[in-house]
């Protein structure tokens, strides 16, 4: 029972994470239109909007993150395993997902560095002046949720369970 509270949690986390990835990218989308029609008509496109989709691009992606991994959706080249027994298969899946997480985990550290050395140097956008380290904190849950999700499915692959599968 704790175990389907758990998974129906990271399933809300997951949810609002990709949620919000999806509205700030939306909300990029329609920035950056205003900003081709000034300038193409008025000749006054919003200032810094190159800036701004760089910085929110990387939020976007760090909030999808958690999603796609919950959903076991990361592309996987199985060519060599198609005919392997299940639990070859269960114990590379395991692997990758392992390797995978690490990595996320790698990534979460070093962005965790960057907003703090971001936010001791005060260093702030060209044109715009905005913090830099608003999007590297602003990347930091979504990274710490895939990471915690990779975990658990490397867990489930390695015993088994069907903590490792999706729930859908």
């Known amino acids: 029972m704790d175990s389907d509270k758990s998974e129906r949690t990271l399933r809300r986390l997951c949810d609002a994470s990709a949620a919000i990835g999806g509205l700030v990218l939306v909300a990029m989308a329609a920035m950056t239109a205003v900003s081709v029609v000034g300038r193409a008509f008025f000749s006054h496109p919003i200032l810094g909007d190159v800036e701004l989709v760089q910085l929110g691009s990387a939020v976007v992606v760090a909030c999808f993150l958690p999603y796609t991994q919950f959903q076991r959706a990361n592309l996987i080249v199985d060519f060599f395993t198609t005919n392997a027994r299940a639990a070859t298969q269960r114990r590379m899946d395991a692997l990758g997902t392992l390797l995978y997480t690490a990595v996320l985990a790698l990534v979460l550290w070093r962005v965790a560095v960057g907003a703090q050395a ?51």
């Open 118 to 168: 971001m936010h001791a140097s005060q260093e702030s956008s060209m044109l715009m002046n905005l913090p830099l380290w608003w999007p590297y904190a602003l990347m930091l849950p979504g990274l710490a949720l895939c990471v915690v999700i990779g975990a658990r499915q490397t867990l489930g692959l390695l015993r088994g369970t069907a903590e490792a599968e999706v729930a859908r």
